[in-house]
């Protein structure tokens, strides 16, 4: 059975770091795009990142300019999202997903979501 979870939402004050997991079982997540998204209620789904299969490359959202960094365990069967210099402006539910990532296919998953809350 297919799922990804995440963890390590929670509040943190504006300028401090978080990081995100996504646990994934039922498939490799090398041989899969994987992705990070976030979504605030009344508004578009963002993505925040991504990694190709092919070549392990990343990509960001350009509102991320360098704050974020994505990553993966391969040998864990898990990917992160390290985020720093976080700012109200990101809060969200921050979802994981295997959907696709430059032309490479995901699995066609998303977790249940973890909500990130930036305030003082």
């Known amino acids: 059975q297919v799922q990804l979870v995440e963890s390590g939402g929670g509040l943190v004050q504006p300028g401090g770091s978080l990081r995100l997991s996504c646990s994934a079982s039922g498939f490799t997540l090398d041989y899969y795009a994987l992705n990070w998204f976030r979504q605030v209620p009344g508004k578009e789904r963002e993505e925040v990142s991504c990694?190709?299969?092919?070549?392990?490359?990343?990509y960001y959202g350009d509102f991320v300019k360098g704050r974020f960094t994505m990553f993966r365990d391969s040998a864990k069967n898990m990917f992160y999202l390290q985020m720093n210099s976080l700012q109200p402006e990101d809060t969200a539910v921050y979802y994981c997903a295997s959907e696709s990532c430059n032309t490479d296919p995901g699995i066609g998953y998303r977790g249940q979501g973890t909500q990130v809350t930036v305030s003082s």
């Open positions: 990694i190709s299969s092919s070549d392990g490359r990343t």
